[in-house]
Nanobody
């Protein structure tokens, strides 16, 4: 089992920044690719970013490229999502997820084995 706890969400104005954190516990953290997803009210959960176990492979959702940066600290069992130039359409519940893959990353929700409960990000116009 892996437990994931997100933090760092909040209310920010358009153009502002937030840094989300996800603390993992329970298994060897570097064995997991990590992803961030988001879900706005009435919409499907959407891929935001993912990073491989060693950190060498990174992928972003199309609307996140150039604004979001994912990173991880395996020694601390933490993964981060730095979000800049936030827009009202970025408002959503942001989830951290862990994927037991040996190589690469996935954009697919079904690839992820463990999920946190989410942290709310609200961007005011």
């Amino acid at each position: 089992q892996v437990q994931l706890v997100e933090s760092g969400g909040g209310l920010v104005q358009t153009g502002g920044s937030l840094r989300l954190s996800c603390a993992a516990s329970g298994r060897t953290f570097s064995d997991f690719a990590m992803g961030w997803f988001r879900q706005a009210p009435g919409k499907e959960r959407e891929f935001a970013a993912a990073i491989s176990g060693g950190g060498g492979i990174i992928d972003y959702g199309d609307s996140m490229k150039g604004r979001f940066t994912i990173s991880r600290d395996n020694a601390k069992a933490m993964v981060y999502l730095q979000m800049n130039s936030l827009q009202p359409e970025d408002t959503a519940l942001y989830y951290c997820a862990a994927d037991r893959r040996l190589y690469g990353v996935s954009r697919s929700l079904s690839a992820y084995d463990y999920w946190g409960r989410g942290t709310q990000v609200t961007v005011s116009a």
